[in-house]
């Protein structure tokens, strides 16, 4: 009786030290930090308030995934042009971004304002001035 109660509390003992030798082996995983949202995705709008001109609306989506979506509403019309593209930086010009589309739809550039907003610029990439600049001003919506 005495032997089936040692091997018992030396059985006990035994468990007792793999627990405490599997807990303190163990590491606590460390939580992955999120990386920061990119402030520059998101949707950009502007509108056309001068009833003479053709379109209404034109608003550009950038997404995480280097793709982009721009639509334009069109007055007197009730179906969007909707356009899917991709985008990227300018390794030549800062803070240019170029909205590129497949097919013959020409490429749109844009330029990144410190305020947060976007300039529409012509096709050699360089913004309107005069009354123009302030028309082609898109703001951050979303």
């Known amino acids: 009786m005495n032997v ?3 091997i018992r509390k030396t059985e006990r003992i035994i468990i007792v030290l793999t627990l405490l030798v599997l807990a303190f082996s163990c590491k606590t995983a460390k939580p992955i930090p999120e990386k920061p949202k990119d402030p520059f995705l998101g ?3 502007m509108e056309f308030n001068n009833p003479k001109k053709q379109l209404a609306s034109y608003s550009v989506e950038f997404k995480k995934d280097k793709t982009a979506q721009v639509v334009i ?4 019309s009730k179906n969007p042009l909707v356009y899917n593209g991709k985008y990227l930086f300018s390794k030549r010009k800062k803070n240019v971004v170029i909205l590129y589309f497949p097919k013959n739809v020409p490429s749109e550039f844009f330029l990144k304002n410190e305020d947060g907003t976007l300039s529409i ?6 913004e309107y001035t005069g009354e123009k600049k302030a028309l082609f001003i898109l703001r951050k919506i979303k």
Request: glycine letters at 0%.
């Open 4 to 6: 089936i109660k040692k």
């Open 73 to 76: 509403f069109k007055r007197n």
């Open 121 to 126: 610029l012509d096709d050699n990439q360089k």
């Open 43 to 45: 949707v950009y709008f």
